[in-house]
Nanobody
Framework: QVQLVESGGDLVQAGGSLRLSCAASGITFAINTMAWYRQAPGKQRELVAA???????NYADSVKGRFTISRDNTKNTIYLHMNSLKPEDTAVYYC??????????WGQGTQVTVSS
């Protein structure tokens, strides 16, 4: 089992920045990919950014150039650095990971609200 705990969500003005953190505990040696998803009211959950254990990353087109995902394997933690925030970035942001045994895990979510 893996437990994921997010932090860092807040209310911020458009153009501002935030950093989200997600700390993993449990069977962390088995974790492969970690990622951030988000879900806005009335919309489907969508992938924001993902990072493999190797460090390879991928991003949603809507956040490329503004968001950066990073990973500290020694702390079993990933971060999402969000710059130039827009009102449309408002959502609950969820941490996700999968293991080499194909198990998947989700965090409880953290609210990001961007005011115009």
């Amino acid at each position: 089992q893996v437990q994921l705990v997010e932090s860092g969500g807040d209310l911020v003005q458009a153009g501002g920045s935030l950093r989200l953190s997600c700390a993993a505990s449990g069977i962390t040696f088995a974790i492969n990919t970690m990622a951030w998803y988000r879900q806005a009211p009335g919309k489907q959950r969508e992938l924001v950014a993902a990072i493999q254990r190797s460090g390879n990353t991928n991003y949603a087109d809507s956040v490329k150039g503004r968001f950066t995902i990073s990973r500290d394997n020694t702390k079993n933690t990933i971060y999402l650095h969000m710059n130039s925030l827009k009102p449309e970035d408002t959502a609950v942001y969820y941490c996700f990971c999968n293991s080499f045994m194909s198990s998947t895990y989700w965090g409880q979510g953290t609210q990001v609200t961007v005011s115009s």
